[in-house]
């Protein structure tokens, strides 16, 4: 690949509002033949105007979902990409059925037109650069939602930016809004959309269907991808991004050009973390520079020692029977910050939630002192 500039970084506004807002559900659709995937439009109770977001940005929920034994309702944090561009008068999120997900499953089951959820501003720093650089964006499965935002968004300001979305699937059915992005694509030269399915069924036609039998990987990428500085934003299970993102670096395409959104935790062994300093009460230091100690729950009462028998703080909570709120378990969302009142701590991997002063993230902790913390 080309050498070119390391890109400027996203703007990104503060929180459009402190705290959850209610929002209704004004329309729910169905967006697959079975029903695995679900979208919701989103408007606000207090009828105010929505603000705008950074396409690519996601919305954190507190749900209230009903305890099988007791009925009474627990609360649940959850992450859902904003799928759609913003300046339209409501919000989407498209959900995937999780076998087994509590989030998903309520979603899905419970929650229909005119419900309200309790939502959080939209947050994130996996988003789309401004400027004229050539684009590819590669999805697995229902890692398209926030690149679905990125697209729209693009196409609506600047329809001639060269844009590439490859979309890996098992099959075609399993597309969200495939009918929409290869409209864009007649209609706009500049996007190029290729549909990728690793299990084609035999009614489906290559070319008509689907545009490649296979999954994504770094031959077609070369195969398709003029040599110029593309930005790259990849979104998918943990394997495609174990498996792209060293064949990406091995072509020659500059680390700061590559951007990622984890659904679930990439390994350390796919991209180390990034040495950014983070706004909270240490800084990150490298995994191996020991700690622990003592670590008190105060309104629960408990004080353990930290045995290094788990990776984070989050997980070392529930292993006590401590309930801690969390969403996305990788520090993207917040719903996770917990007060500090004593001690350090140690952070895994750089958050792209910047927690408050005085708090941690539990999810991409460890402690480096002895600990209290206000849970």
């Given at each position: 690949m080309?050498?070119?500039?390391?890109?400027?970084?996203?703007p990104?506004?503060?929180?459009?509002?402190?705290?959850?807002?209610?929002?209704?559900?004004?329309?729910?659709?169905?967006?697959?033949?079975?029903?695995t995937?679900?979208?919701?439009?989103l408007?606000?109770?207090?009828?105010?105007?929505?603000?705008?977001?950074?396409?690519?940005?996601?919305?954190?929920?507190?749900?209230?979902?009903?305890?099988?034994?007791t009925?009474?309702?627990?609360?649940?944090?959850?992450?859902?990409?904003?799928?759609?561009?913003?300046?339209?008068?409501?919000?989407?999120?498209?959900?995937?059925?999780?076998?087994?997900?509590?989030?998903?499953?309520?979603?899905?089951?419970?929650?229909?037109?005119?419900?309200?959820?309790?939502?959080?501003?939209?947050?994130?720093?996996f988003?789309?650069?401004?400027?004229?650089?050539?684009?590819?964006?590669?999805?697995?499965?229902?890692?398209?939602?926030?690149?679905?935002?990125?697209?729209?968004a693009?196409?609506?300001?600047?329809?001639?930016?060269?844009?590439?979305?490859?979309?890996?699937v098992?099959?075609?059915?399993?597309?969200?809004?495939?009918?929409?992005?290869?409209?864009l694509?007649?209609?706009?030269?500049?996007?190029?959309?290729?549909?990728?399915?690793?299990?084609?069924?035999?009614?489906?036609?290559?070319?008509?269907?689907?545009h490649?039998?296979g999954?994504?990987?770094?031959t077609?990428?070369?195969?398709?991808?003029?040599l110029?500085?593309?930005?790259?934003?990849?979104?998918?299970?943990?394997?495609m991004?174990?498996?792209?993102?060293?064949?990406l670096?091995?072509?020659?395409?500059?680390?700061?050009?590559?951007?990622?959104?984890?659904?679930?935790?990439?390994?350390?062994?796919?991209?180390p973390p990034?040495?950014?300093?983070?706004?909270t009460?240490?800084l990150?230091?490298?995994?191996?520079?020991?700690?622990g100690?003592?670590?008190?729950f105060?309104?629960?009462?408990?004080?353990?020692?930290w045995?290094?028998?788990?990776r984070?703080?989050?997980?070392?909570?529930?292993?006590?029977?401590?309930?801690a709120?969390?969403?996305?378990?990788?520090?993207?969302?917040?719903?996770c910050?917990?007060?500090?009142?004593?001690?350090?701590?140690?952070?895994?991997?750089?958050?792209?939630?910047?927690?408050?002063?005085?708090?941690?993230?539990l999810?991409?902790?460890?402690?480096?002192t002895d600990?209290?913390?206000?849970?």
């Amino acid at each position: 690949m080309s050498d070119a500039s390391p890109p400027s970084p996203v703007p990104l506004p503060p929180p459009a509002w402190p705290g959850m807002r209610e929002m209704r559900v004004a329309n729910k659709t169905i967006e697959d033949p079975d029903g695995t995937i679900v979208s919701f439009e989103l408007v606000p109770v207090d009828g105010k105007p929505l603000p705008a977001f950074v396409p690519g940005q996601f919305l954190t929920f507190r749900l209230r979902i009903p305890d099988p034994a007791t009925g009474q309702p627990t609360s649940l944090a959850r992450c859902y990409s904003l799928s759609d561009r913003p300046g339209l008068e409501s919000y989407r999120i498209s959900v995937k059925r999780i076998p087994g997900g509590v989030g998903s499953g309520h979603l899905h089951d419970r929650v229909q037109t005119g419900a309200v959820l309790e939502v959080m501003a939209p947050s994130g720093r996996f988003c789309l650069h401004p400027g004229n650089d050539p684009v590819a964006l590669i999805a697995g499965g229902i890692g398209i939602t926030p690149l679905l935002s990125m697209i729209n968004a693009q196409i609506a300001r600047d329809p001639d930016r060269e844009l590439w979305l490859f979309y890996g699937v098992r099959h075609s059915g399993e597309a969200l809004q495939s009918a929409h992005l290869q409209a864009l694509a007649e209609r706009h030269p500049g996007f190029h959309y290729l549909l990728c399915c690793s299990q084609p069924g035999p009614e489906e036609r290559p070319g008509v269907d689907y545009h490649h039998a296979g999954r994504v990987d770094i031959t077609l990428l070369r195969l398709s991808l003029r040599l110029r500085p593309y930005l790259f934003y990849l979104c998918g299970p943990q394997t495609m991004l174990e498996s792209l993102i060293p064949a990406l670096e091995a072509w020659g395409v500059p680390g700061e050009r590559i951007h990622t959104e984890n659904f679930g935790v990439v390994s350390e062994a796919a991209r180390p973390p990034l040495a950014l300093p983070v706004a909270t009460s240490a800084l990150p230091v490298p995994r191996d520079a020991g700690g622990g100690g003592i670590v008190t729950f105060r309104l629960a009462n408990k004080k353990v020692r930290w045995d290094g028998s788990v990776r984070t703080l989050l997980e070392f909570a529930e292993n006590q029977g401590i309930e801690a709120p969390y969403g996305c378990r990788s520090g993207a969302c917040g719903a996770c910050q917990c007060v500090l009142e004593a001690g350090e701590v140690n952070y895994l991997s750089n958050p792209d939630y910047t927690p408050e002063p005085g708090t941690c993230l539990l999810c991409v902790t460890a402690p480096r002192t002895d600990l209290t913390l206000e849970l």
